[in-house]
């Protein structure tokens, strides 16, 4: 089972180099030895070719790192090669399947610290350590381009939709969903008493018409009072 997921990082000529051993053996620079000495058997390698910004090949490691005095692949730069690892091929695409870097690398975990239009800068160096969703991602993409006949040449399977989720409703204002015009329950108008709720035999005070006063009742008039 493989541990890491790893992208090897080549010109063309060096990925050619690769090739023609049949992916049996990749070369690996000094200056990242302590990455170097983390491949075990069994971890996943991505081959990503610098210059022409493409995805290539995948392989499997079948041994940890040893060093090799031979010079089989050429320089970049001062860089030499003198460590070596064996592998055995995976997915190997033909030169005109070449995955370009460009339709893929703006959905990879591994770049979300780069600006979107510098995403190539994160893919500087010989060796780097991918998150195993990212290296599934491409592996995948690159099987769809070799084996799917359904896939066009070059292009990668559209993104599949995701479901929308329903918005979820808070609870509902006072009066909303009532009819228009109506007035909500408990917002009667201030010293209103509403219908029906009145006490009985009870006289709502202030309204009793003057002069029918009923037979023998008194009525205070500036402190005396008269009967009739």
């Not at 031979?70 to 460590?83: C, D, F, N």
Request: net charge positive.
């Amino acid at each position: 089972m493989a541990i890491n997921f790893w992208m090897i990082i080549s010109n063309p000529n060096n990925f050619r180099i690769t090739q023609e051993l049949g992916f049996t053996k990749q070369g690996l620079k000094s200056q990242h030895r302590r990455k170097i000495q983390r491949i075990e058997n069994g971890d996943r390698i991505l081959f990503y070719v610098s210059v022409d910004r493409c995805f290539t090949a995948t392989a499997t490691a079948t041994s940890s790192y040893f060093e090799q005095s031979e010079e089989v692949w050429e320089k970049e730069g001062r860089a030499e090669w003198p460590y070596q690892i064996k592998i055995k091929p995976e997915i190997i695409l033909e030169r005109h399947q070449h995955m370009d870097a460009n339709l893929l690398a703006p959905r990879l975990d591994y770049i979300k610290r780069w600006p979107p239009e510098n995403w190539y800068m994160a893919f500087q160096g010989n060796l780097h350590l991918l998150p195993k969703s990212d290296f599934l991602l491409i592996e995948e993409e690159m099987k769809k381009l070799k084996f799917g006949k359904a896939h066009k040449r070059g292009t990668l399977a559209p993104p599949q939709d995701t479901p929308r989720r329903r918005r979820k409703r808070g609870p509902a204002r006072p009066g909303q969903g009532q009819p228009p015009g109506s007035q909500p329950h408990g917002n009667q108008p201030h010293g209103s008493q509403p219908r029906g709720n009145q006490p009985r035999g009870s006289q709502p005070r202030g309204n009793q018409p003057r002069g029918n006063q009923p037979h023998g009742s008194r009525e205070t008039t500036g402190g005396a009072s008269t009967q009739s």
